[in-house]
């Protein structure tokens, strides 16, 4: 080869061996940065659908967390009820509830059509006042109160007729209270 501009020039094979060495290089430089996009793709999708399930879970996180607030309250307001419930049924059961004496006196008044004016219950005794407009369910109600079992010795005390005016008898009955349900006012 021949010297130009006192450069050595290359020969022919080590121009080959050049071009071959830089196509090799390019295709293996190409080839690697091909590999490593592709990586890096992967990488970057499986991001993305991590940052859109981590957002997904947000949401549902929040609603977890509503729904956990919301069941706490409940059971709160559960666990009061059912403390409510049990003093209802203490009182209920608790031998001196005029309840029972009372709902049925009310429920034999209003089976009878009369009205009940007062009601005045001491230890052991008791005195309705009541209205009615015939003495015969006046002697009905009397029947019924001997049947219940709270009660027993009712009696007529006094009966006063309809005056002009008035459409309905005036009557006062006493009893006394028996069995274990004593009534305290």
Do not use: D
Not at 135 to 147: A, D, M, R, W
Request: charged share 20%; glycine share 2%.
């Amino acid at each position: 080869m021949k010297r130009i501009n006192f450069m050595h020039t290359v020969s022919p094979q080590q121009h080959r061996a050049i071009r071959h060495w830089f196509i090799f290089s390019t295709i293996l430089l190409s080839s690697i940065i091909i590999i490593i996009t592709w990586f890096e793709i992967k990488q970057v999708r499986r991001l993305t659908k991590i940052k859109t399930e981590k957002k997904a879970l947000a949401h549902h996180a929040i609603e977890y967390t509503t729904f956990n607030t919301r069941k706490n309250v409940l059971n709160e307001q559960y666990n009061a009820a059912q403390k409510q419930q049990v003093k209802i049924t203490k009182h209920q059961k608790n031998p001196k509830n005029p309840h029972a004496l009372l709902s049925t006196i009310t429920h034999a008044c209003t089976q009878c059509g009369i009205k009940l004016v007062s009601l005045n219950v001491t230890k052991n005794n008791l005195e309705l006042q009541i209205h009615s407009t015939q003495s015969e369910t006046i002697l009905n109600l009397i029947n019924k109160l001997n049947q219940s079992p709270l009660l027993q010795n009712i009696i007529l005390v006094s009966l006063r007729p309809a005056q002009i005016n008035q459409k309905t008898n005036n009557a006062t009955l006493m009893g006394t209270i028996t069995g274990k349900r004593r009534a305290k006012l």
